[in-house]
């Protein structure tokens, strides 16, 4: 199986803009889960879709929101950037099932906010 | 809140030798995974382990193996015979089990250097 695939690999915006990622899950998964990693906080949770359905929520500021479609791609928008919304933003996809439940990731997103 | 603490920021060995990484974990739940993934210089997170708090015994994986002690709330990795391509950062991980809360709440991480 094609393992979870993330687009683009490398972004630079500058601050005030908006930016879209893009994730495709594991063919078979239904959840996809967003975390950012920065040198400073580490590896945080933004949210997990499942179904189309935001199904939990990290703890960030409005300005990041999400989607699931119908095939269970995940896009994650950020709206007003900021310079510290520069970080490595990575998905995971997983059955979303309450047992035997195991996350696969991408190979992340870099965005670089100038 | 469920909060894991790896505290060894770094480590260091030769390839071949053995080298445990310590996690602890602090959580009310009773039902949760524990994870260890490794990332290395390319970002890709990979998954290293996994054990269920239900079970007793340890996970292993080839070279990699966990020493879970639920009671203590803690979740130690052992890598035998290392190999240079074992060098990366690596995180340890919790899950609750409940659907719906099921994020990932990561350590800090250890940088982990395999010497030749």
């Known amino acids: 199986k094609a393992g979870v695939t993330q687009t683009p690999r490398y972004l630079i915006k500058t601050r005030g803009q908006q930016v879209t990622l893009s994730c495709s899950p594991i063919?078979?998964?239904?959840?996809v889960s967003w975390y950012q990693q920065t040198p400073g906080q580490g590896l945080q949770f933004l949210f997990e879709y499942f179904s189309e359905t935001q199904r939990n929520k990290g703890n960030f500021p409005g300005r990041f929101s999400g989607r699931q479609f119908s095939n269970s791609r995940s896009e994650m928008n950020v709206s007003t950037l900021e310079l510290g919304d520069s970080a490595l933003y990575l998905c995971a996809s997983s059955l979303g099932r309450g047992d035997t439940d195991t996350q696969y990731f991408g190979p992340g997103t870099r965005l670089t906010v100038l | 809140a469920q909060t894991v603490t790896q505290s060894q920021p770094e480590m260091s060995v030769q390839e071949a030798e053995t080298v445990t990484l310590s996690c602890t974990y602090d959580?009310?739940?009773?039902?949760?995974?524990l994870f260890w993934y490794k990332q290395p210089p390319s970002r890709q997170m990979i998954l290293v382990i996994r054990?269920?708090?239900?079970?007793?015994q340890n996970a292993t994986e080839n070279r990699f193996s966990v020493n879970f002690q639920k009671a203590a709330k803690s979740f130690s990795l052992k890598i035998s015979d290392s190999q240079l391509g074992d060098t990366a950062m690596y995180f340890c991980?919790?899950?609750?089990?409940?659907?719906?809360?099921?994020?990932?709440?990561f350590g800090q991480g250890t940088r982990l250097t395999i010497n030749p």
């Open positions: 063919s078979g998964h239904r959840s």
């Open positions: 959580t009310s739940e009773s039902n949760y995974y």
């Open positions: 991980a919790f899950m609750n089990q409940k659907l719906g809360a099921q994020k990932l709440v």
């Open positions: 054990q269920e708090a239900y079970k007793q």
